[in-house]
Nanobody, 124 residues
Framework: QVQLVESGGGLVQAGGSLRLSCAGS????????MGWFRQAPGKEREFVAT????????SYADSVLDRFTISRDNGRDMLYLQMTSLKVEDTAVYYC?????????????????WGQGTQVTVSS
């Protein structure tokens, strides 16, 4: 069983930056593909970024491309999301997730393990 705990959310002005972290425990997540998703009030949870297990190949939603960077530290079982040039529309609860496959995926339902989420609020 994998447990995931996010941290690093908060309030930031538009144009600012934040780094989210996700700590894995229970067993190593180095072989698991990981992802970041977000859910704004009244909206469906949506894909943000994903990274494959082992090789670290990445993919991003168009809305965050060139602004967000997903990375991982397999030795520490950590996942990160560096967010820059933040916009008001980035405001949401951000979730990290893990799937059993090493292949990265943007498909929400393919992820078996989820953290509790961390709030990111971007003010204008």
């Amino acid at each position: 069983q994998v447990q995931l705990v996010e941290s690093g959310g908060g309030l930031v002005q538009a144009g600012g930056s934040l780094r989210l972290s996700c700590a894995g425990s229970g067993r190593s997540i180095s072989r698991n593909a990981m992802g970041w998703f977000r859910q704004a009030p009244g909206k469906e949870r949506e894909f943000v970024a994903t990274i494959s297990g082992l090789s670290g190949m990445t993919s991003y939603a168009d809305s965050v491309l060139d602004r967000f960077t997903i990375s991982r530290d397999n030795g520490r079982d950590m996942l990160y999301l560096q967010m820059t040039s933040l916009k008001v529309e980035d405001t949401a609860v951000y979730y990290c997730a893990a799937r059993s496959s090493v292949a990265a995926s943007s498909y929400l339902r393919s992820y078996e393990y989820w953290g509790q989420g961390t709030q990111v609020t971007v003010s204008s």
